[in-house]
């Protein structure tokens, strides 16, 4: 079963706005992981947040997380065209030396030239 | 440093034939990931390998479909014999730690 839940489905702004999508999960876990996907590609890992902190950035990224209200939010400043994909959340459980991942169903977001 | 490399790119196959899947993970990387992304949907771990060892093989369907990891190195995806709901796009991960890296996968259409 998928764990998180992305909102909105699907996203569509104009260059230069931000974008926000958010991220919603059951269970207890490790940490919580943003990925990216462009059509027909691979998922490429944009950020990890630990379940002890609360907000990290890296770049025009910015990801909050709320364990009480098992929430996480991605921001993308500035958006550019080339954001344009799926992003999917993903939390992360530890087994021993593994982790297991479980994603949810991605938002699409477009952005306009 | 080199990505994970899958092949074949895409397949097509009518039902009931039988199909495999290459991965070839990050130098050095012990964890290796099998996904199923139907379309529309996030990515469903199928089996996950440590070294040449199963970890987690709870999801995959045992009936038909069979993986196996040699030598903790490459690893091969089968389906034997495919239906049509197996129709997606069949991703390979590697990590050493927390964060995954993925191949572009392969696209499976079953007719």
């Known amino acids: 079963s998928q764990q998180g839940e992305e909102d909105p489905q699907a996203l569509s702004i104009q260059e230069g706005e931000n974008a926000t999508m958010n991220c919603s999960y059951k269970?207890?876990?490790?940490?919580l992981q943003w990925y990216r996907q462009n059509s027909g590609r691979g998922l490429v890992h944009l950020i990890l947040i630990r379940s002890n902190e609360r907000e990290k950035h890296s770049g025009r990224l910015r990801v909050t997380l709320d364990t009480s209200k098992k929430s996480s939010s991605l921001l993308i400043t500035a958006s550019r065209a080339a954001d344009t994909a799926s992003y999917f959340c993903a939390t992360a459980l530890r087994g021993g030396s593994n982790y297991k991942l479980t994603f949810g169903k991605g938002t699409l977001l477009t952005v306009n030239p | 440093e080199a990505g994970v490399a899958q092949s074949p790119r895409y397949k097509i196959i009518e039902k009931r034939q039988s199909v495999a899947f290459w991965c070839n993970p990050i130098s050095g990387h012990a964890t290796l990931y099998w996904y199923q992304q139907i379309l529309g949907q996030g990515p469903k771990l199928l089996i996950q390998f440590q070294n040449n060892g199963v970890v987690d093989d709870s999801q995959l369907p045992k009936d038909r479909f069979s993986a196996e990891r040699l030598k903790g190195v490459d690893s091969t995806l089968k389906i034997q014999p495919a239906k049509l709901e197996d129709s997606a796009v069949y991703l390979c991960?590697?990590?050493?730690?927390?964060?995954?890296?993925f191949g572009s996968g392969t696209q499976l259409s079953v007719l």
């Open positions: 269970t207890s876990i490790n940490n």
């Open positions: 991960a590697s990590s050493s730690d927390r964060i995954q890296f």
